[in-house]
């Protein structure tokens, strides 16, 4: 996965497609999935909506929070509306008819609207091979009438239909594995999303969209009222569903499966099943069984998966990082041939413009003066412009920074764990202030507002590597580990 | 003048070439006897690339409609065909369609429904769609079959009236008839029929949100307009039926009469039965039998008017129902009654249930059908309806 969770917040658009006002529960994850589902998508989509919690809370006649064109029918049929929209849309372009522009038809439901009673649709009109894109708001209950089971309740899950009693867990047969059967499909693109990733969930919808044929998310969302747990633990629940291995993020795409986020440990489900109330009656011997089925499933899809290539892997190694002032006045080595080499990766394309400059800070550890001027000459574009993507970035630094890079998150999750005072003591250490580098440029200390990685709070990350739950304490003995 | 060609070929492939000639963009339909050979002739129009549309190959009736609600919506042309079982499974989203006004054309080959099995013609199958909003519509014979479906697109897509249009076509009984029809030219189909125009398609150009949620305090409101769009499409079905009088000289009324006038006893068919019910009112009345024919062609909305006028002046009504309303009798007779109860001077309704399943009635069966409702007209029945030719 990316660990572009600094700029991110920033190159996300401002717009809200869904429009605030609607009647979602505090702390609904189906809401947030769909508001920030609709900033991707964009404008020139056809939205189809399944009957359940998201078009009930969104349309209440005479309001609608959609501004998109949107159309409900059925609980049912939405994958059916959807290859008649689509096809309609195709029969007429080809007779020159209906909207000029390139129109993506995106089908939306629940997880009973999906997996259950609309499963034929679905898999009919993924066989039939429309161009759409289905995304399918998982929050594993019919929550809209009231919390009943699906056939993507989790095991041991109580629900109004399948409650726990003196002699039932609640659901007793496993989760059904919807985006498996899809990939049986043999679409081109499938993935599974949580808006607790949020920067994650919207780059696979990115692909998807870019996909002519069927494309197929689902995605993880929180529902307190359904699940039982506290309102403000909704993206704290998402991360954990997906360390934990419950929800694991991964793609299928043209059948080969690839894990977003590859995590070599996996958090215990213990931690996961304890904050919500759906699964308060489990016993101790259950949630061994859970972990041990999640630990098969996961090595399962493991085996199945290559693991995302980091984009920092695919980057060149570091080509010299400057160690004295001196050093950078006399000139660094081989700054235009490292600069042209990046230049020609990325095919001299201006909209690359910030993965050229990273994989330059990636060389440099920093943004050179010159190295931005053969940018901007390389990229036939204004140095004012490379300036001010450089500059709006926290992540790009134009200054020289130390061998080991410090960030220290200031996000309200770890804000809240104590991150200020680990900040100070780190500051008091190394002697410099949030933007400074040591002169022995062993270290720079930098404060970001969010690593995406709020289950883990309070959070310090170094040279890319999660230190979590750290304390002042620890803090003397993580620094000396880095040289 | 009339530009039009006498040909001789089965009604189900007719109706396939009334959808290719008003060029319709998407057909999704799902197989089913005695509909197969509208969309078999209809897939093969598309591979054969005399007809630029697409065919979806739908996993189901339900879906079948579906798509055709979201391809309405993005204001294609949209042509569906059904009958039985496939159209009670699509009975859900037929009231979708109509609600949301959504111009969809739907040929119904009517077939019995289960159980037992049975693949043939009746009217059970529309008689349990009957209250979904659709204008639907009955037809006699080919003739009248490529006439309404041309009709058909007209109504469904007028801008004062953006209803699904439902052509009922007896299964088998007419839809397999191989039978002389005068097909239109296309220039004649393209000066009847015009583009289609949907008002309010889903488009990112021009967003607009359909299908909401409507809680009690609009509800109301919302089918209360519905009813008034489907009232008010009866002078507009009238008027195309006008136009299509000048066009093409064929006339169709919403209610027809068959040699009533001055009769004391009528017979009331639906369907292509009616032409059964003709040939055996000649013979009756040739020998000095009082009897004549009304025959209901727009089934929804119910032309109260028409109806009223065709029956008055009659002093019995024996209406002939091929469906069963179970525990109550024939549901047109029970129609007949409630549209005739305001009259001052109605008919007696006597009611009959016959032709289930495929069962023919021959002229010799109207004949005894007339025979036993004047003997019910005028003695009784022990039974509020009886099925005839049933044996017990
Ligand atoms: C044919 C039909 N059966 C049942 C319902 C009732 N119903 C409406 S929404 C819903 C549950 C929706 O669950 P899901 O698809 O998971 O969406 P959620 O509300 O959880 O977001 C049900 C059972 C319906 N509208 N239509
Ligand atoms: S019930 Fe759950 S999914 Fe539905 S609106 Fe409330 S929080 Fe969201
Ligand atoms: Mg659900």
Known sequence: MDKQSVFIPKLISRKEPFAPGHRACIGCGEALAVRQLCKELGDNVIVVNATGCMEIIASQLPNTSWTVPWMHTLFENTAAVASGASAGLRAMKRKGKGPSQYVKVVGMGGDGATSDIGFGALSGALQRGHDFLYICLDNEAYMNTGI?????????????????????????????????????????????????????????????????????????????????????????????????????????????????????????????????????????????????????????????????????????????????????????????????????????????LISILQDIQAAYNYLPKESMERVGSGLNIPLSQVYSVATFFKAFSLKPRGRNLIHVCLGTACHVHGAARLRDKIQRALNIEPGGTTPDFRFTLETVNCVGACALGPVVMINGKYHGQMTAQKVDALLKSYT | MAEETRVGTEVSLAVGEIVRMVNTDVIAAYPITPQTHIVEHLAELVADGKLDADFITIESEHSALSACLGSAAVGARTFTATAGQGLE??????????????????????????????????????????????????????????????????????????????????????????????????????????????????????????????????????????????????????????????????????????????????????GSFSETAMTAVDKMRAAGIDIGLIRIRLWRPFPFAEFREAAKGADTLIVLDRAISFGVGGPVAAEARSALYPMEKRPRVVSFVGGLGGRDITVAGFEEIVKRGKEIAAHGSPREFEIFGVRE
């Open chain 1, 148 to 352: 009943q089971q699906s056939s993507a309740t989790p095991f041991g899950a109580s629900t109004t239909t399948g409650p726990a009693g003196e002699k039932s867990l609640g659901q007793v047969s496993w989760k059904k594995n919807l985006p498996a059967i899809v990939a049986a499909h043999d679409v081109p693109y499938v993935a599974t999303a949580c808006p607790s990733y949020f920067h994650d969930m919207l780059s696979k919808v990115r692909k998807a969209m870019a996909v002519r044929g069927p494309a197929y998310i689902q995605v993880l969302s929180v529902c307190p009222t359904g699940w039982r747990c506290a309102t403000n633990q909704t993206i704290r629940l998402g991360r954990l569903a997906v360390e934990s291995g419950m929800f694991p993020l991964y793609e299928v795409v043209n059948g080969e499966y690839t894990l977003s986020l590859d995590l070599p440990t996996l958090r215990p489900v213990r931690e996961y099943l304890k904050a919500q109330g759906r699964f308060r009656h489990l016993p101790d011997h259950e949630i061994d069984y859970i972990q041990t089925r999640v630990d098969k499933e996961y090595a399962k899809l493991r085996k199945l998966s290559r693991v995302a290539k980091a984009p920092a892997a695919a980057r060149p190694a570091v080509t010299h990082v400057p160690e004295s002032q001196g050093e950078i006045a006399a000139g660094l080595p081989a700054l235009q041939e490292t600069v042209d080499g990046i230049l020609a990766r990325y095919r001299n394309d201006p909209a690359l």
């Open chain 2, 89 to 270: 499974l699509m009975h859900e989203v037929l009231f979708v369609a109509s609600a949301m006004r959504l111009p969809i054309v739907m040929a119904v080959a009517n077939r019995a429904l289960s159980s037992p099995l049975n693949v043939w013609g009746d009217h059970s199958d529309v008689m349990a769609a009957r209250d979904a909003g659709w204008i639907q519509i009955f037809t006699e014979n080919g003739q009248e079959v490529v006439d309404t479906m041309l009709c058909a697109f007209r109504m469904a897509e007028d801008r004062r009236v953006l209803l699904p249009v439902m052509v009922n076509i007896d299964g088998f009984h007419l839809s397999h008839m191989i039978e002389p029809m005068f097909l239109p030219s296309q220039k004649e189909v393209d000066a009847f029929v015009p583009p289609n125009h949907y008002p309010f398609p889903l488009d990112p150009n021009k967003p607009v949100a359909m299908g909401d949620f409507a809680p009690p305090i609009i509800y109301t409101e919302a089918k209360w307009s519905q009813e008034i769009n489907i009232e008010h499409s009866a002078p507009v079905i009238r008027e195309i039926w006008g136009e299509f009088a000048t066009q093409f000289g064929r006339t169709y009324r919403p209610v027809e009469s068959y040699r009533a006038e001055g009769a004391k006893t009528l017979l009331l068919t639906m």
